[in-house]
């Protein structure tokens, strides 16, 4: 098997390796819910449903109530997006560590557990690969 063919087959190991290990990882710890800093409703409205016995009155639509001649109200979603943005040191100073494993391979790995985590959460990701300049911005999406 040529060098390349071989090299790549390790490093899909690897990758594999590494994404069933953040799977259960990001699983225990991002398992919480957010909470925002910012004050105010931090809601998305969702859709509208006939009133029910101890629905706030306060969301009442009165457009569709007067429209349809029966109470509704707006129900809304919380908006828990979070953005992540990553910044990964892509320097040689990454070569440093072991045979078994060199400080890029543990850097991988912690951004993978992260990267993973906030598509289990549907939040927006992102990457910044800096060494003594940056070198590639991924924007979040």
Do not use: C
Request: glycine residues 6%; without cysteine; hydrophobic residues 40%.
């Amino acid at each position: 098997m040529p060098s390349s063919s071989r090299n790549a087959t390790d490093l899909l190991r690897k990758v594999r390796k590494i994404e069933i290990k953040t799977k259960a990882l990001s699983h225990q710890i991002f398992a919480g819910e957010y909470h925002s800093a910012f004050k105010g409703r931090g809601m998305a409205f969702s859709e509208v449903r006939e009133y029910q016995w101890g629905d706030d009155v306060r969301n009442m639509d009165w457009n569709v109530t007067a429209r349809l001649r029966s109470p509704y109200v707006k129900v809304f979603e919380e908006e828990r997006e979070l953005t992540v943005v990553l910044l990964i040191d892509v320097s040689r100073s990454g070569l440093f560590g072991t045979t078994v494993r060199t400080k890029r391979d543990l850097i991988a790995e912690i951004a993978a557990v992260l990267a993973f985590s906030a598509s289990l959460n549907n939040d927006k990701g992102g990457a910044l690969f800096f060494s003594d300049r940056v070198e590639k911005f991924i924007p979040p999406q």
